[in-house]
């Protein structure tokens, strides 16, 4: 569990996270949410390490992170594994070498060790046989893929997805969503996954966390995301056209439910 606190942080004056606390859960695919430009990376950086927060703290697992000495730091950053935008692979390595790259930085694994979970990697992503390709050969998906593969190698305990599916097209994007949602439960990761695209909220939304200019202003799971009244919410959600027409078929289905007891009620007046 991932335990975030009152983090504040500007730039140049500029507020761009204004005390934002919450918690993220083990084995839960956690989304942080919300329009660009309202902080949604800044804090994945905060909580990962990348950026010092002005004010707050981050605890892992019960662990204080944030102003820790420097080897607890690094022990827990050990455990993450992060999964940037665009997947940031090295082009002059081969898939290989790219997953195997944290390996040889993380752990004191011979040789044989390390390409034996390279290879397991590669297989739960779905790409056996990819090893000797260059970034350069593959498609988007697939570069995603050696990401994903890349940053659970080392046995990560936290993994940190930022717009993964971001230029994909919509099937791939399901399905890195689910691939990165089953490895969370197969291997009890915490995930946190930041995202503007209201699919992935659909279909991996344990728990959701919505940010509005710096600010929490909602939280919850998908299942509650459609009925809440907070407006700004609502109009992120509902700015796409089929999430209306989707709002507008639950509506009609709900009143055609309702009518429909009523209508038994008045048939068995024994009932009412
Ligand atoms: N290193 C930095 N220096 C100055 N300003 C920054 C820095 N990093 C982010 N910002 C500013 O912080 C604000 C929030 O940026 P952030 O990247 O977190 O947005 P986001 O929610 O991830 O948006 P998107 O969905 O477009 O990725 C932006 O106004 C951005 O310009
Ligand atoms: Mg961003």
Same mark, same amino acid.
């Given at each position: 569990? *991932?335990? *975030?606190?009152?983090?504040?942080?500007?730039?140049?004056?500029?507020?761009?996270?204004?005390?934002?606390?919450?918690?993220?859960?083990?084995?839960?695919?956690?989304?942080? !949410?919300?329009?660009?430009?309202?902080?949604?990376?800044?804090?994945?950086?905060?909580?990962?390490?990348?950026?010092?927060?002005?004010?707050?703290?981050?605890?892992?697992?019960?662990?204080?992170?944030?102003?820790?000495?420097?080897?607890?730091?690094?022990?827990?950053?050990?455990?993450?594994?992060? =999964?940037?935008?665009?997947?940031?692979?090295?082009?002059?390595?081969?898939? $290989?070498?790219?997953?195997?790259?944290?390996?040889?930085?993380?752990?004191?694994?011979?040789?044989?060790?390390?390409?034996?979970?390279?290879?397991?990697? =590669?297989?739960?992503?779905? =790409?056996?046989?990819?090893?000797?390709?260059?970034?350069?050969?593959?498609?988007?998906?697939?570069?995603?893929?050696?990401?994903?593969?890349?940053?659970?190698?080392?046995?990560?305990?936290?993994?940190?997805?930022? $717009?993964?599916?971001?230029?994909?097209?919509?099937?791939?994007?399901?399905?890195?969503?689910?691939?990165?949602?089953?490895?969370?439960?197969?291997?009890?990761?915490?995930?946190?996954?930041?995202?503007?695209?209201?699919?992935?909220?659909?279909?991996?939304?344990?728990?959701?966390?919505?940010?509005?200019?710096?600010?929490?202003?909602? $939280?919850?799971?998908?299942?509650?995301?459609?009925?809440?009244? *907070?407006?700004?919410?609502?109009?992120?959600?509902?700015?796409?056209?089929?999430?209306?027409?989707?709002?507008?078929? %639950?509506?009609?289905?709900?009143? %055609?439910?309702?009518?429909? $007891?009523?209508?038994?009620? !008045?048939?068995?007046?024994?009932? *009412?």
């Amino acid at each position: 569990m *991932i335990e *975030i606190h009152n983090i504040h942080k500007s730039f140049d004056g500029k507020k761009v996270l204004d005390g934002v606390s919450g918690v993220f859960e083990t084995g839960m695919t956690n989304l942080l !949410l919300g329009a660009s430009g309202t902080g949604k990376s800044v804090l994945l950086k905060c909580i990962v390490g990348l950026i010092k927060p002005d004010l707050g703290s981050v605890t892992f697992d019960g662990t204080y992170f944030t102003n820790n000495k420097l080897d607890i730091r690094q022990e827990i950053r050990r455990k993450i594994g992060m =999964l940037f935008q665009g997947s940031a692979l090295f082009d002059s390595m081969t898939v $290989e070498q790219n997953v195997e790259f944290p390996l040889k930085m993380l752990t004191s694994m011979s040789k044989g060790e390390r390409l034996d979970r390279v290879n397991f990697c =590669l297989k739960r992503v779905g =790409l056996e046989n990819a090893n000797t390709k260059m970034p350069s050969e593959l498609s988007g998906g697939m570069k995603k893929r050696v990401g994903i593969a890349r940053a659970i190698a080392p046995n990560c305990t936290y993994l940190f997805c930022d $717009e993964p599916n971001s230029g994909l097209d919509p099937q791939t994007a399901i399905k890195i969503d689910e691939l990165i949602k089953e490895i969370t439960e197969e291997y009890n990761i915490t995930t946190i996954i930041v995202t503007h695209d209201m699919n992935s909220v659909i279909e991996i939304g344990d728990k959701i966390m919505f940010l509005y200019q710096g600010k929490k202003l909602w $939280e919850g799971s998908r299942d509650d995301i459609m009925d809440t009244d *907070i407006r700004e919410l609502n109009d992120f959600i509902f700015a796409n056209r089929l999430m209306r027409d989707a709002r507008k078929v %639950e509506q009609e289905e709900e009143e %055609e439910a309702e009518s429909i $007891e009523q209508n038994s009620k !008045l048939d068995d007046p024994g009932s *009412i």
